[in-house]
């Protein structure tokens, strides 16, 4: 089919929330409806030869390239399914009298794609006519909503008139495209005074002791205009912190992004429940109370990380859409140094056995596993921490993509080395928590990663695509795709260690060049997968490398405040020193550790007698040592 080359992203249950409003004109959740047949009080024009807008559930109403989330009962229009002419789909609510009302608005939950194929653009508009239906004026043109998701409008243009309609128009124009599904539609006059609070931006975890700016939105769902309120927080319950604000104009159904003039200091470590609400709208009570309050459970560490997203992509060589995507992708992971020390991102690179003839000699199952464990439905596709950082189609990644997401401190570090021997590689290390938590999903994976292949390969010969190079791709998951279980409960400095090992076999010759694989670790959870950490490692191939006592050596975190770890493999028992030096090169502080046992170690280095400033840690095991810098911000 045409569009299996294509990524529609995948459609997530949008919760509606209860309306609180005076007075509800009309209100159709169309769970009342049987088969396909839409509500006998709305009708609908339409040249489609499937019968345009039909009612029906997520899994009726799907189709191969326009899956659509479940969403009990909806009306949808479905062109991928019918490849026929809904250049002009229109769905017409019944007739409204708002004679009695002085403000109105329009809410329903909406799948609108608004996507392009081979040069179309389909287009989703709500209209209104209040002549019974002959003629119809645009109320607004949908932009792009994917997934389900609560829409509103402010029609109070049209109160105070008895014969108001509202239609839902789709048009394909004229090509082969996606649809659209309209749920929980609902028409009302607003409570006058009405602000609900919406979103707190705060990251989900900050350092203690650390000032944190209490921001986010709220949205006037009144209908009046406000002008003055009372911004509102606490924390745990304790006395509310206040901000008066005036000289506003925020319009109905508008929204505000507020930021609190007195910051919260976390005091102690673990959870805190900050909660935010206005008060005082324009002078008076607020009308409406169940939306006024919203919540979010932050965590106060100690220490956080930097994080380094992992973006992984799904590819194939014969794919057409692949080729001319993959060099851009590939300019932005390069331009942060993927994979590489120091890298803001690390990246994996799925080939997958598709289209037809589907022979893209790089296809393991285990690139298969994670293809159904995103649910994708086409390729090429794009997933950044697991969706939490980017989703979709690779055309839409960004540099704001990766800033983003590594903007979000991390709760794990992860420290590690890896070797080959012959053909078996070894991958030593272990995943520290700097938090407390709780959470039986998480997962340690390991993919085996190749840094480039060419048409020159014995491995990967010319293929339909024209493609000529391929970066990161993924060879082997080490020990499988399932990865490996992390404790359900985890403490502050407790470390899951990673002693996993892979012997290759020699045919097929599934890897080139030994010295162009990496190792790709990361944390994930499999119930949200929600990617928390990721780290590239370096397989050492060199005989004297691999013979060191010292075989890995890692600090974090880095900057650090009061203390940090100091992580190192052995390849044997030795007795470990470790030694401070300032940037004068005098040494401030020796720490003689003595015997220590072989593999993962990691040991603490406390900033107590230390200024700011840079510094040079020596780690020496027995008769090998090696040196990294340091920085202390107090």
């Known amino acids: 089919m045409k569009k299996n080359l294509l990524i529609i992203p995948a459609l997530l249950l949008a919760a509606t929330g209860i309306l609180n409003a005076q007075t509800i004109v009309l209100s159709e959740n169309f769970e009342s409806t049987t088969g396909t047949a839409i509500p006998g009080t709305w009708t609908q024009v339409t040249a489609a030869t499937d019968g345009g807008w039909k009612s029906g559930t997520g899994t009726s109403l799907s189709s191969a390239s326009f899956p659509i989330a479940t969403h009990t009962r909806f009306l949808a229009t479905n062109d991928d399914g019918c490849n026929c002419d809904k250049n002009n789909d229109l769905l017409k609510s019944p007739v409204m009298n708002l004679s009695a009302l002085t403000s109105c608005f329009l809410k329903f939950d909406v799948v609108n794609p608004a996507a392009t194929y081979s040069g179309d653009t389909e287009i989703g508009k709500v209209e209104v006519s209040t002549d019974g239906g002959t003629t119809w004026t645009v ?26 309609m509202i239609g839902f128009r789709y048009s394909d124009a004229g090509g082969w495209l996606y649809g659209m599904a309209i749920d929980n539609f609902v028409v009302y006059q607003p409570a006058a005074l009405d602000m609900a609070a919406n979103t707190i931006t705060l990251l989900s975890y900050v350092v203690a002791s650390t000032p944190q700016t209490i921001a986010g939105t709220l949205s006037n ?31 109905p159904l508008g929204s505000y992004s507020y930021s609190h003039s ?11 429940t900050v909660k935010v609400w206005a008060s005082n ?25 930097q994080r380094v997203p992992l973006y992984e992509g799904f ?31 690390n990246a994996i690179k799925y080939q997958m056995n598709y289209p037809s003839p589907g022979n893209d000699p790089a296809y393991t199952a285990e690139c298969g596993t994670r293809h159904t464990y995103y649910g994708i439905s086409g390729i090429p596709h794009g997933e950044l921490d697991g969706g939490y950082g980017f989703e979709g189609h690779p055309g839409g990644f960004s540099q704001t993509n990766i800033d983003n997401r590594g903007a979000v401190p991390a709760v794990f570090t992860i420290t590690g080395n890896a070797s080959f021997i012959g053909s078996t590689v070894t991958i030593t290390g272990g995943v520290t928590s700097l938090i407390d938590i709780t959470n039986p999903n998480l997962k340690i994976m390991v993919a085996l990663t190749e840094d480039h292949i060419n048409t020159a390969d014995n491995a990967h010969g010319t293929q339909s695509n024209g493609e000529t190079d391929w970066y990161d791709v993924m060879r082997k998951m080490v020990p499988s795709a399932t990865g490996t279980a992390m404790p359900s409960t985890q403490t502050v400095s407790m470390v899951t260690p990673i002693n996993l090992s892979y012997t290759f076999g020699t045919t097929p010759k599934i890897f080139t060049n030994l010295s162009l694989m990496k190792a790709i670790v990361w944390v994930q959870d499999l119930t949200t997968k929600e990617i928390y950490q990721s780290k590239a490692i370096s397989i050492v191939t060199s005989i004297d490398e691999v013979a060191s006592t010292l075989s890995s050596f890692d600090i974090y975190p880095n900057p650090f405040k009061d203390f940090t770890t100091v992580a190192f493999t052995l390849k044997q028992a030795e007795n470990v020193k470790m030694e401070v030096y300032n940037m004068l090169g005098e040494l401030v502080s020796s720490d003689d550790k003595g015997g220590m046992a072989p593999g993962y170690n990691s040991v603490e280095l406390n900033a107590e007698n230390l200024s700011s400033g840079m510094y040079f840690v020596k780690l020496s095991a027995g008769t090998y040592s090696i040196t990294k810098k340091v920085s202390i911000n107090k």
């Open 139 to 164: 109320l607004e043109t949908l932009s792009a909503i994917p997934d389900w998701a609560s829409h509103s409008i402010n029609i109070s243009a049209y109160a105070g008139m008895s014969s108001v």
């Open 221 to 251: 769902e009144g209908g009046t205009t406000v002008t003055s309120m009372t911004l509102n927080y606490n924390v745990d319950g304790g006395a509310p912190v206040t901000q008066a604000l005036s000289s506003l104009s925020i319009a």
């Open 262 to 272: 007195t910051a919260w200091t976390p005091g102690t470590t673990g959870n805190h």
């Open 281 to 305: 709208i324009n002078g008076s009570a607020d009308l409406v109370n169940s939306n006024d309050t919203i919540t979010k459970v932050v965590y106060a560490a100690t220490s956080l990380a």
């Open 315 to 345: 590819s194939s060589s014969t794919c057409g859409p692949c080729a001319s995507t993959n060099p851009g992708t590939h300019a932005t992971l390069l331009a942060n140094n993927a994979n590489q020390t120091g890298g803001t991102v």
